[in-house]
């Protein structure tokens, strides 16, 4: 589960990455994250035929907190990829945008 720069950068500075995150069985996979005001405007994700779950969003330059909810459950990631603590006590993916 990570993210990949799929894009170059765009009018007013921002880049498009492609987030994708395997889940063959879910129903429904949203990504929420500061980019989204988390879950006030989470992003549907579409799934691919092979069970991976993809969706391409406009980043501004900088670090971005997210993550994927998994019919309606926190996905937790493998230990892999980036993470940092939550306010809260949960781990929050990071992705750096260019």
């Not at 129903?27 to 035929?49: C, H, Y």
């Not at 993470?83 to 993916?93: H, K, R, S, W, Y």
Request: hydrophobic share 40%; aromatic share 8%.
């Amino acid at each position: 589960m990570e993210c990949l720069l799929l894009m170059g950068a765009s009018t007013h500075e921002l880049s498009k990455y492609l987030f994708h995150v395997a889940a063959p069985e879910a129903k429904e996979v949203l990504l929420v994250g500061d980019f989204t005001n988390w879950s006030q405007q989470a992003i549907p994700m579409l799934r691919q035929p092979s069970g991976i779950w993809t969706a391409l969003v406009p980043l501004s330059p900088g670090p971005h907190r997210y993550r994927f909810i998994v019919d309606g459950q926190c996905l937790h990631p493998p230990q892999s990829i980036s993470q940092v603590p939550d306010p809260l006590g949960a781990e929050d993916l990071v992705r750096e945008a260019a």
